[in-house]
């Protein structure tokens, strides 16, 4: 199996961490795998917020009801559009880029949705997001302290289709 697919098949949502800082060259690296997304008409409406002071980490997780463990993290890389038409697609390719790329590091993460929840004004104003922007996602990476068991996923023959649904 190729390294890329790899990756892909072995990545998983964590959502508990060592306390062990990433180094900023890796986090420049995996915050690049997200700037090499795709996006609609070569736009790149994207915009990276990189937090890794552990008051912040923690402020980012008592905004949101159920991202506790942000606050475990060594690091977040919360990810925000312009508008654009299709910022939220651009934005979610980036935000995949992003944890392929820091699993590829050995590095866990989890995505926590924000695109139109309700602590999405209170995320942009803790990282302080100029007016035209939307909160798309927000990921949580650390070295894991876990390595959860992959989700029962359907066989590829109940999901693909050949030439009409």
């Excluded at 090499?36 to 790149?44: C, G, I, R």
């Excluded at 949705?113 to 104003?125: C, L, R, S």
Aim: net charge negative; proline share 4%; glycine share 6%.
């Amino acid at each position: 199996m190729n390294e890329a697919l790899k990756v892909i098949k072995e990545r998983r949502c964590v959502r508990k961490f060592i306390d062990r800082k990433i180094d900023r060259d890796i986090l420049m690296e995996i915050v690049d795998a997200g700037r090499l997304a795709p996006s609609a008409m070569n736009v790149q409406p994207w915009e990276f917020v990189v937090v890794t002071d552990k008051e912040m980490l923690k402020k980012l997780a008592e905004a949101k009801a159920y991202g506790y463990f942000i606050q475990d993290a060594a690091a977040c890389i919360v990810v925000f559009c312009k508008e654009t038409k299709y910022f939220l697609e651009d934005g979610c390719n980036a935000s995949e880029n992003i944890l392929l790329s820091a699993k590829s590091f050995g590095i866990g993460g989890c995505w926590v949705a924000g695109h139109g929840k309700d602590y999405e004004e209170n995320v942009k104003k803790l990282c302080e997001v100029p007016e035209g922007y939307h909160l798309i996602s927000i990921l949580p990476l650390g070295y894991p302290a876990e390595h959860p068991e992959p989700h029962e996923k359907r066989e590829l023959e109940e999901v693909i289709h050949w030439e009409k649904f």
